[in-house]
C-alpha cells in the first residue's frame, strides 16, 4: 500500500528497498562508500548531491544495471543481482529511440515490445493518455518537446507497471514551467499507481517539492551525509514558509562549498 504522506512513523517496518554497506570503485575512484539506507513502500524517495558524488551509481545499483564492490541492494527482502521488469528506469537523456513513433517508443517498455495485438494497444493507450500526450501517438521523438519526450520515456517505464520507478535527473533538461508542470503530473501518477519512487536530482527545490525524504549525499566520496523528511502536506507551495525552511535545511546540510544548482526560492512571485 502506498503511503503517500510523510509521517516519519510510516517509514519503519515497511522496507521496500535497501541498500546495505554499498560501496563501487571504479579504478581507484571511489563512487559509493559503505552507502546504506531504506526506502519504503510507496515512498516518493529523492536522492541529491552534487555531481559526481555517485547518484546515478546508486540508481544504477538498485536497477540493477551496475554491480557492486561491496554490500547489497536488496528488494523486497531479495538481493538485486540484475535488471528486472518491476524497476522501471527513467533517464536524463530520454533514451528514446529516433525511428519509433511515440506509441512505438512506449510499447517497447511492455514485455512484448512488437506486439500489436488489441490488449498491448490498448495499453499503449492507457500510458498515453496518462502522462497527457493524446493526439501526439504518431509524432516521432525529434518532433517533441523535451517536456513531451520526457512524458515517453516515464510511460514507457510504466509500461508494465511496475512497482519500483527509478528516474535520474529526468527533468534537468526541460525548462522550469515545463518542469513545474512535470512535477504536478508525476505526482499525479504517483498518487494513482502507489509505485515507490526513487528520484535523484541535484535540484534542492525540486527534491524539497517531490519527497517523502530526502537522502543527501556528499561527494568526499560518494557517502551519504544525512536524511531530511519533508513533512508538508501536498501540492506545496514554493513560497510557503516551511517550504523555504526545508529548502534552507537540505543546502545547510549540503554545506555552501557544493555547487549545487538551485532555482531563486521566490521565482514563482
Ligand atoms: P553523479 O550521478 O552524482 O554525478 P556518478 O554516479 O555518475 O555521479 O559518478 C560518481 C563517480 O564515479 C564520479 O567520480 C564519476 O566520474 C565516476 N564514474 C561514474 N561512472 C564511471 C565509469 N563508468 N567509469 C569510470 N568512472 C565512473
Ligand atoms: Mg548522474
Sequence with gaps: MALNSSSPSNWEGNEKISARNISRFYGSTRALADVSFSVADGEFFCVVGPSGCGKTTLLRAIAGLEDVDSGSVVIDGVPVTSPDLNRGMVFQEYALFPWRTVRGNIRFGLDRPSCECPDCETRVQELVDLVGLDGSEDAYPKELSGGMKQRVGIARAL???????????????????????????????WTQTEQTIVFVTHDINEAVTLADRVLIMDDDPGTVQSMVTVDIDRPRQRTAQAFVEYVIQVRDELGTSHSVTEEPLMKDI
Design 159 to 189: 509500461a508494465v507497471d511496475p512497482e519500483i520507478l527509478l528516474m535520474d535527473e529526468p527533468f534537468a533538461s526541460v525548462d522550469a514551467r515545463t518542469r513545474d508542470r512535470l512535477h504536478a503530473e508525476l505526482l499525479d501518477i
